[in-house]
């Protein structure tokens, strides 16, 4: 039996991850993609994230990948350098198992040790265990975006928390 694990991803993770995100573009509304991204794009996405440093975990169980979480930049321009936005999924089947509260402190540590010092998290659709996975984890509300996306014929908001990695300058 394979021990259960936060670990950083590996290329092999691609499909697993895929499929799990998958699912939460085809019946949530946590993500605003419409349709699921091939597994090659998330293979590209993998090695894009490592070749610039930025974490991207696991949480596996029995073997099977259960959750995954990454950050990224939160945007481009070079005075954002040090502030990352955060995504993190997890499989149906894993839900409700305490995975997200120790795979997003993970990726909080992961992200503080590769430079950044603040953790955005925008979340779409306002999803309740989501803003309840990220307040738990030390993020407080930054602000909402009302009625800025649309999926399955509903009218849906974003909610913006934030997490200080580093103390205060």
Not at 147 to 159: A, C, E, N, Q
Request: hydrophobic share 40%.
């Amino acid at each position: 039996m394979t021990e259960d694990c936060i670990r950083p991803v590996r290329p092999d993770d691609a499909a697993s991850i895929a499929a799990i995100y998958a699912h939460h573009v085809l019946h949530g509304t946590a993500t605003f993609d419409t349709e699921p991204p091939e597994v090659a794009a998330w293979r590209e996405k993998i090695a894009s994230i490592a070749a610039r440093g930025w974490p991207f975990v696991v949480a596996e169980q029995e073997g099977t990948v259960a959750g995954y979480a990454y950050a990224t930049q939160f945007r481009d321009r070079p005075a954002y350098a040090e502030t990352c936005e955060n995504s993190i999924y997890l499989s149906p089947d894993h839900i409700g198992r305490g995975i997200g509260s120790r795979l997003l402190p993970a990726l909080v540590e992961a992200a503080r040790h590769a430079g950044f010092r603040q953790m955005i998290a925008v979340i779409g659709g306002s999803e309740p265990a989501s803003v309840a996975l990220h307040a738990k984890c030390g993020f407080v509300h930054a602000g909402r975006m009302i009625g800025v996306g649309r999926k399955f014929g509903r009218i849906l908001d974003t909610i913006y928390m934030q997490r200080a990695l580093e103390g205060e300058d």
